[in-house]
């Protein structure tokens, strides 16, 4: 079965999922002769947006790859997840920023 990437990335558009494409894939659309079987995207890490995407992917039946068969896979939006994930990118920046004299 040939992969459709228009259309996974369709829909997650038509779901205002805010991402941009990585990867293989990008690079082809950058004119790389590259072959690739799968599709990368970088989507924005808060709630609401990891929300629209749970929800635009479920009807696909999404799994985690190298789970066991049959796993479900189930989104359970925690505020304390994004929380962290936005603590964390927030000491990252400022571990990465340019100090001033002491």
């Not at 040939?2 to 805010?18: M, S």
């Not at 304390?80 to 994930?85: F, H, R, V």
């Amino acid at each position: 079965m040939a992969a459709d990437f228009a259309g996974l990335l369709g829909v997650l558009a038509e779901a205002g999922v805010e991402f941009i494409v990585i990867g293989g894939l990008a690079a082809q659309a950058h004119g790389s002769a590259r072959l690739t079987q799968d599709v990368d995207v970088l989507y924005r890490r808060t709630h609401e947006n990891a929300v629209r995407l749970a929800s635009a992917l479920a009807p696909y039946g999404p799994y985690l790859r190298g789970a066991p068969t049959g796993l479900p896979f189930e989104f359970s939006p925690a505020e304390e997840m994004t929380s962290l994930d936005t603590r964390n990118d927030r000491a990252r920046a400022e571990r990465l920023a340019p100090q001033g004299p002491d």
